[in-house]
């Protein structure tokens, strides 16, 4: 069955420091990836997708992330951290079957220390 | 565009009281979706629609039900509220073509609590 693992439920950084969420999945063919973000009382947010192509892909915020299938994983970086993204980051896989179903991991919550 | 609307924000039920979360699209999508957030639980499926008159049942549906008479609306329908409904309810649309799965577009979300 497929699955989407954040092993880190909360981290926390100093602002300005860099950061990097970790995101496996189990999926037997080429998955479709999401980031979502979603600040607190808020729904969630795209951050960014990748279907094929280029492995590093650029989201907002200056979010990026890289494709490696070779360690099922989809891992979220930022080069340096504002205390604006302070929030809960969920990862995502979508799976083709009768409809387009989308697995949402547990979530990584991040807290920024000024 | 407004994208995804819900209401209400926030809600208190009492155990077996019933109730409907609204949820509406001004941006033509064909899919739609219910999820229940519950913490370090993630999103869980709880129904969705691949247009207007189609739904079916996702991961959690027990003690729900949805209609899709427009390809707008998407209400949520709680019967019999349980406290083990007590959560964060979140109505999500996209697009569907091209062969792809495309990003959802998410409410703010409603507050549920079953006491």
């Known amino acids: 069955a497929q699955s989407v693992t954040q092993p880190d439920i909360h981290i926390t950084v100093s602002e300005g420091a860099s950061l990097e969420l970790r995101c496996n999945y189990s999926?037997?063919?080429?998955?479709?990836l999401f980031w979502y973000v979603q600040s607190p009382g808020q729904g969630l947010q795209l951050l960014l997708k990748y279907f094929s192509g280029d492995t590093l892909v650029q989201g907002i915020k200056g979010f990026e992330a890289e494709f490696k299938r070779s360690q099922s994983s989809f891992n979220l970086r930022k080069p340096s951290v504002h205390w604006s993204d302070a929030a809960e980051y969920f990862c995502?896989?979508?799976?083709?079957?009768?409809?387009?179903?989308?697995?949402f991991g547990p979530g990584t919550s991040l807290s920024v220390i000024p | 565009n407004a994208g995804v609307t819900q209401t209400p924000k926030f809600r208190i039920l009492k155990i077996g009281q019933s109730m409907t979360l609204q949820c509406t699209q001004d941006m033509n999508h064909n899919y739609m979706y219910w999820y229940r957030q519950d913490p370090g639980m993630g999103l869980k499926l709880i129904y969705y629609s691949v247009g207007a008159g189609i739904t079916d049942k996702g991961e959690v549906p027990n003690g729900y039900n949805v209609s899709r008479s427009t390809t707008e609306d998407f209400p949520l329908r709680l019967e019999l509220a349980a406290p083990s409904q007590t959560s964060v309810y979140f109505c999500?649309?996209?697009?569907?073509?091209?062969?792809?799965?495309?990003?959802?577009?998410f409410g703010p979300g409603t507050r549920l609590t079953v006491t």
């Open positions: 999926y037997g063919a080429t998955p479709y």
């Open positions: 995502a896989v979508g799976v083709k079957t009768s409809y387009d179903k989308v697995i």
């Open positions: 999500a649309s996209s697009y569907s073509g091209a062969g792809l799965i495309h990003e959802q577009y």
